[in-house]
């Protein structure tokens, strides 16, 4: 099986050599300052013409002399390259790749508040764990109309929202069960902390007649905290070693909110699912362009292989089906599992279309010239499954078409969430006896949009 670890300066190093550079000593090109936009651009240029998956197909730069952000805008290959990326700062990069931001600790879709009306509403999504928010008490399924006194309106709400990143007040409602309506709160004022977040957001375990249903919300791929423990992949063992041992042989993924992360956490929880797989199981093949792929053999076709885990539960899964709850904001490296799983399970999907990310990034950052603060999110590579399927540019569609906002929001977790309940009522073969008042309104957003993570599939096992 191919394996290949390479540090990206090496790489760049080994390709500077073969594509013939000269000494520095005698190039005649007069010295350019290092906290310029033509160092920052020459960088850029200098990596894209080596690891961009669609090399061939970079466009005509435009003045090195230009602002960076659209110099390497000006070279990415529209529209097939819908997530290449570049980003001011690259430790800010690194850090919101591993959970890590300046935040308040609320996700939120926007909707209209009506078909007559202009005014723009959000809906709390969830709240992350040991937040102002969560400490404020606000809930998943609130309603906020304002931020700082300004109502949200079609026409102002993502200048006002801009206003979260630093303390605010929210003006909110929430839903009274006894009343069945929402009911206004008083003003709470958040201010942003530095929040490590946690991807695992719950798990838990449901027993249904015979039924014994592992249930696991997921909500981006990230080892550890940025503190090179992996203490994410070892929590998450630790959460598979416990549906073993409770013996369930059902399971749910959620992977709704999941926008991607790095693959090798990806890598983790796919061998904790798939049955009958080991360390000799292909779980992946990545492709890179034919630069690296002719000059770099370990970098040609390469095969990524499942890990051995003691709590694999593959085996004891009924139907040998793993459920997975989507969005249009399962991208990436949860698309990357549902794709390497397929060859060895059914995976069942209950949700809506998925982003349909099939194609991989690495973060560079200018390790030579540290006047140089841009990090790189470029694509350099494309996944594909132990068949070599790659057929989901379009996303994955689902078994069940399901919206989680066609109903007002419940916990994340009770059994008569939408998308979870229909996960229930497709194991059990028992639908759920209660009415539920359906909901018509149209997403405007989501705070989940503009995070970093979101669309991405970083790999950290090649090119290191």
């Known amino acids: 099986m191919k394996t290949a670890i390479i540090s990206k300066t090496s790489l760049l190093l080994c390709l500077i050599i073969l594509l013939g550079s000269c000494d520095k000593k005698d190039d005649p090109t007069p010295r350019i300052a290092p906290d310029s936009n033509e160092a920052a651009n020459n960088w850029i240029l200098a990596l894209m013409n080596e690891v961009y998956y669609w090399r061939d197909d970079i466009r005509t730069p435009i003045a090195a002399s230009s602002d960076p952000t659209q ?83 079609e026409d102002n709400y993502q200048d006002v929202l801009g206003q979260t990143q630093e303390a605010h007040t929210i003006s909110y409602l929430s839903y009274n069960e006894g009343l069945e309506g929402y009911q206004a709160q008083e003003d709470i004022s958040l201010t942003p902390i530095e929040l490590q977040e946690n991807p695992i957001y719950l798990d838990t375990v449901y ?18 905290p940025g ?70 053999p370990e970098l040609k076709d390469v095969e990524t292989a499942f890990l051995n885990k003691s709590q694999n539960l593959g085996a004891t899964l009924d139907g040998n089906t793993v459920y997975v709850l989507t969005s249009r904001r399962t991208a990436s490296a949860s698309e990357l599992i549902i794709n390497g799983l397929k060859p060895y399970m059914e995976v069942f999907m209950i949700g809506d279309i ?10 560079f950052g200018d390790e030579e010239n540290p006047k140089n603060r841009y990090g790189l999110l470029p694509i350099v590579s494309q996944s594909f499954n132990s068949l070599d399927e790659s057929d989901y540019s379009n996303g994955f569609t689902p078994n069940i078409p399901a919206l989680e906002y066609e109903e007002r929001l419940r ?19 028992t639908p759920s006896s209660t009415r539920f008042n359906k909901l018509d309104r149209v997403e405007q957003g989501s705070s989940l949009d503009s995070k970093i993570r979101n669309g991405r599939m970083i790999e950290n096992n090649i090119l290191k």
């Not at 529209?79 to 890590?100: C, K």
């Not at 027993?207 to 550890?224: C, E, H, M, R």
């Not at 059902?250 to 693959?263: A, C, E, H, P, S």
């Not at 492709?287 to 690296?292: C, H, P």
């Open 207 to 224: 027993t249904i007649g015979s039924q014994k249903i592992g249930y696991l919300v997921y909500n981006f791929f990230a080892p550890d």
């Open 71 to 153: 110099y390497f805008n000006s070279l990415l290959n529209k529209p097939t390259d819908r997530f290449s990326a570049i980003f001011p700062d690259y430790q800010e990069l690194l850090n919101s790749l591993s959970g890590v931001s300046l935040d308040a600790g609320y996700e939120f879709t926007l909707f209209r508040a009506s078909e007559s009306s202009n005014d723009v509403v959000g809906e709390i999504t969830y709240i992350k764990k040991n937040s102002p928010a969560a400490s404020a008490g606000l809930v998943r399924g609130d309603v906020f109309t304002a931020i700082n006194g300004t109502t949200l309106t």
């Open 354 to 363: 998925t982003t349909g990310k099939n194609v991989g990034s690495v973060t």
């Open 227 to 296: 503190n090179s423990s992996n203490s994410y992949d070892l929590e998450l063992d630790q959460i598979f070693a416990s549906f073993k041992s409770q013996n369930i042989n059902n399971l749910i993924i959620d992977f709704r909110y999941n926008g991607g992360g790095y693959v090798g956490s990806a890598i983790n929880l796919a061998s904790l699912i798939a049955p009958g797989v080991s360390s000799s199981s292909v779980f992946s093949i990545t492709k890179y362009n034919e630069l690296l792929s002719s000059n770099f």
């Open 411 to 429: 916990p994340l977790g009770d059994v008569n969430e939408v998308l979870l309940r229909k996960a229930l009522e497709q194991i059990t073969g």
